[in-house]
């Protein structure tokens, strides 16, 4: 089984900068894409950026331009660099994994970071 444990969130002023990691762990599987989602309170889980085992990235508008997603693969590693940050970025973020085990695609969830963005 995988295991994500993502970490790097904490307060910063608006405007400010944040990375956040997502590490995997475990044996026996094959990491494809991964990704960050985020959770305000009150509101349904959003995707905040995406990245292929390739490279390849896909972004919600509203983080375009400022948030850069990164991974390492060797390290079955990704990373949210986060500039620029405004109030409405506060949220929950979660790391995401599509894990393949050998019988299929699974998704994996690390267990949440929060990031607070202050006026």
């Known amino acids: 089984q995988v295991r994500l444990v993502d970490s790097g969130g904490g307060l910063v002023q608006a405007g400010g900068s944040l990375r956040l990691s997502c590490a995997a762990s475990?044996?026996?599987?094959?990491?494809?894409?991964m990704g960050w989602y985020r959770q305000a309170p009150g509101k349904q889980r959003d995707l905040v950026a995406t990245?292929?085992?390739?490279?390849?990235?896909n972004y919600a508008d509203s983080v375009k331009g400022r948030f850069t997603i990164s991974r390492n693969n060797a390290e079955n590693t990704i990373y949210l660099q986060m500039n620029s940050l405004k109030p409405e970025d506060t949220a929950v973020y979660y790391c995401?994994?599509?894990?393949?085990?050998?019988?299929?695609?699974?998704?994996?969830w690390g267990q949440g970071t929060q990031v607070t963005v202050s006026s």
């Open positions: 990245i292929t085992r390739g490279g390849a990235t």
């Open positions: 995401n994994a599509v894990v393949n085990y050998g019988l299929g695609n699974n998704l994996s």
């Open positions: 475990g044996s026996g599987f094959v990491i494809n894409s």
